[in-house]
């Protein structure tokens, strides 16, 4: 783990985003912006913090700016409009027509900065049946068809955590949708609206599937295929002191590696005897069982077998790849994960930590040329 510096400008310096407040995917997208060096002004709602996290550990509202505006008033609304007149990006997450009815939907904010790339964050999408209901990344990935591949076929799905809807379905769509119609806006002079939808892009995640399922390479159910647990030889395994080593070891001579390192014996089945494979599988866990997490790991490190253990997030932190790399930091007393990925002509920093709600009032009015924000 490295300390990072603050100083430093990432590819989108010059780059100003407004972010109207929010939980889960729309303020990840921010950081990431504001990772690569756009100036993020977070409007923050008066109010308790989200999800009831102290503002000052909330790590995706790092390298932005905050200021506290009420948009249910006419003044609220005025000020974010004099924002989004100044900005190159507006990004939202609210339901569907809710800032249409504040008074800071597309047409309001396009009419005022016709350049401006507008970025809606949903669940469902601006339009379809289920676009006015509540939701969460659970539901999601659900009704995508991404929950139901995840997990034993003797058991109930796995849940990602909120990782896979509203972070890789959601944000990371977001913003490469964002950087796209910012492309498009510096070249044609036009801004538009971004419609990401983590059903959108959790289902899009799935291509690769899809075209498998489509070819008759892949079971419609979980646990049963090539990369879902299916395979003895692309699993986890439980180590004789509680933990699991992850099994990845997909081609043929990674397999022979790991078959070799893992001392299988001369009479296991082979790769490919899938009628075998229940045998196999066995055999393979009753030798996981035989050493420890930490053991095993010694065994494969550094090999290509394709084998690793599998870590908490404080272990992994402390891994000595990723500790080489600095794939995690520390800024402010807190463990994050450093900026991603990597540029060698402009690198992302962490400049700042966490917002805090109203905080940088002044400055923001200073450096965007507005007058001064009142406290609501």
Not at 37 to 59: I, K, N
Not at 290 to 311: I, K, N, Q
Request: hydrophobic share 45%.
């Amino acid at each position: 783990m490295t300390t990072v510096t603050t100083q430093g400008e990432g590819p989108l310096t010059g780059v100003r985003v407004v972010e109207l407040a929010g939980i889960g995917p729309g303020p990840f997208a921010a950081m990431l912006l504001a990772d690569l060096g756009a100036d993020v002004v977070r409007v923050d709602r008066p109010g308790t913090a989200a999800l009831g996290l102290d503002p000052a550990r909330d790590v995706t509202n790092r390298n932005k700016r905050s200021v506290v505006l009420d948009l249910k008033s006419a003044e609220g609304a005025a000020r974010v409009l004099e924002l989004a007149a100044r900005a190159d990006v507006l990004i939202e997450g609210f339901r569907p027509g809710v800032t249409e009815r504040l008074g800071v939907g597309p047409a309001d904010c396009l009419a005022r900065n016709p350049r401006l790339v507008y970025g809606r964050m949903t669940g469902w999408g601006q339009d379809g049946p289920l676009a006015d209901s509540a939701g969460h990344d659970i539901g999601y990935i659900a009704t995508a068809g991404a929950l139901g591949m995840i997990g034993r076929s003797d058991g109930p799905p796995a849940i990602p955590a909120n990782l896979l809807g509203d972070y890789a379905g959601g944000s990371l769509y977001l913003v490469v949708g964002v950087l796209a119609a910012l492309h498009h806006a510096r070249a044609a002079g036009r801004g538009q609206v971004v419609d990401a939808a983590i059903v959108d892009g959790t289902a899009h995640l799935g291509a690769m599937i899809w075209g498998m399922l489509d070819a008759g390479v892949w079971q419609d159910r979980r646990g049963a295929n090539l990369l879902d647990g299916g395979a003895p030889y692309y699993a986890v395994y439980e180590t004789a002191d509680g933990g699991w080593m992850a099994v990845g070891a997909l081609e043929p001579r990674f397999y022979a590696e790991f078959a070799e390192l893992l001392d299988r014996g001369p009479d296991a089945p082979g790769q490919n005897d899938f009628a075998r494979w229940p045998e196999l599988r066995e055999l393979i866990a009753a030798r996981f069982k035989a050493r420890t997490r930490d053991e095993w790991a010694a065994v494969f490190t550094g090999t290509d077998a394709c084998v690793a253990p599998v870590l908490s997030l404080r272990e992994a932190a402390e891994d000595p790849h990723l500790t080489a790399r600095g794939t995690f930091t520390e800024h402010g007393g807190a463990v994050q994960p450093a900026p991603a990925p990597r540029f060698s002509e402009t690198p992302a920093t962490i400049r700042r930590g966490p917002a805090i709600p109203g905080a940088d009032a002044d400055a923001i009015a200073r450096d965007w040329g507005l007058p001064p924000f009142t406290t609501p």
